[in-house]
């Protein structure tokens, strides 16, 4: 399965942002992080987007984790996040009985 992470924050707010990334801690060897990738358009500032890889059962502790880093960045004017699990095809056709 996983988890994915959006981030946005205006380009007033880069440096900041940048600081504390580099100061980030390590990511437990049971999440495969893809990203982050950049992004930025004029109406929502700059974004990032990542994907975390995670087996099935560590989804509590991977997404307790990933709220802890993200959680570094509150204080910087303007960041947002969203965080939000994917269940792989056959993870949801079990959810629904056809699996």
Do not use: H
Not at 14 to 36: C, H, I, N, S, V
Not at 39 to 61: A, C, F, H, P, R
């Amino acid at each position: 399965m996983i988890i994915v992470t959006n981030i946005a924050y205006p380009p007033e707010s880069a440096q900041d942002m940048a600081k504390r990334f580099l100061e980030a801690p390590q990511f437990p060897e049971y999440l495969t992080r893809k990203g982050p990738y950049i992004n930025s358009t004029l109406n929502d500032g700059i974004t990032t987007l990542s994907v975390y890889e995670l087996d099935k059962s560590k989804l509590g502790e991977g997404y307790e984790f990933i709220g802890n880093y993200l959680a570094i960045f509150f204080g910087v004017p303007g960041f947002k996040y969203e965080i939000k699990p994917f269940l792989d095809v056959e993870e949801a056709l079990k959810m629904i009985g056809m699996g």
